[in-house]
Every structure is written in C-alpha cells, then in structure tokens.
Nanobody, 130 residues
Framework: QVQLVESGGGLVQAGGSLRLSCAASGRTFSNYAMGWFRQAPGKEREFVAA????????YYADSVKGRFTISRDNTKNTVYLQMNSLKPEDTAHYYCAAARNRSNKIIVPTMTVSHFYDYWGQGTQATVSS
C-alpha cells in the first residue's frame, strides 16, 4: 500500500506560479512511476505529466508542455509539479498517482491513462484567476 498526500495548491493570478508536492509513504518510492492528473468541475480527469522511477524520462500533456515541470526526489519520497505561466483553464483539482513500474522510459499512451496507476492521493485545488 502506498499513501500519497498532495500539497501546495492555492489561489494565484494568471501568469503566476504554483509548486505542488506529493509525499509518498508505505512502500519503496523508487519502485514507482509517478503521474499528475487534474480534474476541473464538470470535466473528466485528465493527464498532466508523468515521470519514471529514476527521473530519466518525463512526459507532458500538450496543454502544459513548456509551462509545467515534473520532478522527484527519491530521498524525500516526494514528486513535484512546478506550474508556471498559469492560465485560468489550469484551474482544477490536481491529483498525484503512483504505479509500480521500473521502466526507464515513459510508455505512451499507457502511462498517461488513469488505470495504469495503482494509488491516488486526495488531491489539492489550484485556482487561477483572470
């Protein structure tokens, strides 16, 4: 069992930045690929970014490419999502997810879909005002 706890959400103006964190506990963090997803009101959950267990590879949704950066620190059992140049359409509840996987490459589209991931956090809200 892996427990995931997200933090770092909040209210920010368009053009601003937020850094989300996801702290993991319960199992060996380095055995897991990690992903970030988001869900806006009235919309389906969508993929945002993913990172391999070793951080050797990352992948982003087109909508956030060039603005968001996913990273991880396996010594701290934490994955991060740095969000820059935020837009109102980035407003959503953001979730981190873990999948037991030791691939050194992001497998697309497999690792961009919800059912690839075994564990989910409760999420953190990010709101971007215009």
């Amino acid at each position: 069992q892996v427990q995931l706890v997200e933090s770092g959400g909040g209210l920010v103006q368009a053009g601003g930045s937020l850094r989300l964190s996801c702290a993991a506990s319960g199992r060996t963090f380095s055995n897991y690929a990690m992903g970030w997803f988001r869900q806006a009101p009235g919309k389906e959950r969508e993929f945002v970014a993913a990172i391999t267990w070793s951080a050797s590879s990352t992948y982003y949704a087109d909508s956030v490419k060039g603005r968001f950066t996913i990273s991880r620190d396996n010594t701290k059992n934490t994955v991060y999502l740095q969000m820059n140049s935020l837009k109102p359409e980035d407003t959503a509840h953001y979730y981190c997810a873990a999948a037991r996987n030791r691939s050194n490459k992001i497998i697309v589209p497999t690792m961009t879909v919800s059912h690839f991931y075994d564990y989910w956090g409760q999420g953190t809200q990010a709101t971007v005002s215009s």
